[in-house]
């Protein structure tokens, strides 16, 4: 009987271990090592990778995003999709012109509520 309660509790564990929500990439924290006049095309790469768009404009400025969705745990799971957890997307938005970054900015989006 025991061995079956601690079966049961390790099978249990495991599914919430597998269920839980992983950690994304915090770009509030890597908006921080980004410094206007200071820090380079090259070396933003090296912090965040390549970024998800880029608008090139004519005077040569680019901005560069970086997008991020924290997603509601529930938001899968018929019934409980309605609970209002976390739901947002942050995004970085880098300016970089002759090759030097020159502004960047962070902030975040909510998801609209359904009625």
């Known amino acids: 009987m025991k061995l079956r309660l ?6 249990l564990g495991l599914c919430l271990w597998g269920c839980a929500t992983k950690p994304g990439p915090n770009l509030a924290s890597k908006a921080s090592l980004i410094k206007p006049n200071q820090t380079n095309k090259m070396e933003v790469t090296q912090f965040l990778g390549p970024p ?6 004519p005077d040569g400025r680019e901005e ?3 997008y991020y969705r924290v997603k509601n745990f529930w938001e899968d799971i018929p019934l409980a999709n309605r609970y209002k957890g ?5 995004i970085l938005k880098i300016v970089i012109y002759k090759d ?4 960047c900015y962070y ?4 998801k609209p509520k359904k009625r």
Do not use: P, R
């Open 6 to 11: 601690w079966l049961l509790t390790v099978f």
């Open 52 to 57: 998800v768009q880029i608008f090139v404009f």
């Open 64 to 66: 560069w995003y970086y």
């Open 86 to 90: 976390e739901d947002y997307t942050e």
């Open 100 to 103: 030097q970054v020159v502004d």
């Open 107 to 110: 902030y975040t989006v909510e």
